[in-house]
């Protein structure tokens, strides 16, 4: 990287003043008509809006009313979340991914399993959590989240402090926020940013309990890839504290 480069986003940080920088895949190869004609038709119908003034409705934005509302950050291929959408129907999934394939991938399982609980916010989650009100989420995942493993490149990771404060306000009492990897560097800075933080409880007390995956896991594409390189993932699941202070 140039020295101009490296300073400019050294200066631009986490948030800049056009809101976060994106530093991953927007796109890969060209997609093929069918993916294409979901992304130019059913998109638009799923896609969450950000609003001009003041916080989302969030259970307006599904047709059914919804017991709950659950968001996963970076669903890549989406087999995760919509396998979650088809064990829970009744709560209400929003999926934020800015990789365009990996929207249109999703958009394919949708169509495929008539899910109507699952909304698209196709950027990164970053730029809809100002919008979202406190409180409002009962469970959070990001699963594999690129682990930028340089040094250079440690502050473009999504767990970071200023993350954390913001999952502290989007989670309610008793939610949970799931997360999952195979880069060991980045599990330990994960789990040095997050333990850190009062209001959050990591509820593992043995090996068992981060090794294992929870009962109703669902295997991800990349993690799938990471077990068949022989890769032995990491499966943090913390519970967002009462805001009365009770647990
Ligand atoms: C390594 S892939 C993993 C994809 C999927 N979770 C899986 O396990 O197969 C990481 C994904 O997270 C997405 N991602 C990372 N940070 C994000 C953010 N702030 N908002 C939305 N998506 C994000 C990237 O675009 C990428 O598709």
Redesign the pocket.
């Given at each position: 990287m140039s020295a101009a480069k490296n300073k400019t986003e050294k200066n631009r940080g986490v948030s800049g003043r056009d809101g976060p920088q994106w530093y991953?895949?927007r796109r890969g190869h060209k997609l093929r008509p069918n993916r294409q004609a979901l992304i130019d038709t059913l998109l638009p119908e799923l896609r969450v809006e950000l609003p001009e003034t003041g916080k989302l409705d969030l259970r307006s934005l599904f047709p059914e009313p919804v017991r709950d509302v659950w968001l996963e950050?970076?669903?890549?291929?989406g087999e995760?979340l919509a396998a979650q959408a088809l064990a829970y129907p009744e709560i209400g999934f929003i999926g934020?991914?800015?990789?365009i394939n990996?929207t249109a991938n999703l958009l394919s399982l949708i169509d495929r399993d008539g899910l109507t609980n699952v909304r698209l916010f196709d950027d990164?989650?970053?730029k809809l959590f100002p919008v979202l009100p406190d409180a409002s989420l009962g469970r959070l995942y990001a699963?594999?989240?690129?682990p930028w493993p340089k040094t250079r490149h440690h502050r473009r990771r999504?767990i970071c402090g200023e993350t954390v404060d913001v999952l502290v306000r989007l989670l309610k009492d008793g939610a949970e926020l799931r997360l999952a990897h195979d880069h060991m560097g980045y599990v330990g800075w994960m789990l040095e940013h997050l333990t850190r933080c009062e209001d959050l409880q990591w509820r593992a007390r043995s090996k068992q309990d981060w090794t294992a995956p929870p009962t109703d896991w669902v295997e991800?594409?990349?993690?799938k890839k990471a077990k068949e390189k022989g890769l032995k993932p990491a499966y943090l699941c913390f519970v967002r504290g009462s805001r009365n202070g009770n647990e």
């Open positions: 991953g895949r950050v970076g669903f890549g291929g995760h934020c991914e800015p990789f990996g990164d989650a970053r699963l594999y989240t690129d999504f991800t594409r990349y993690e």
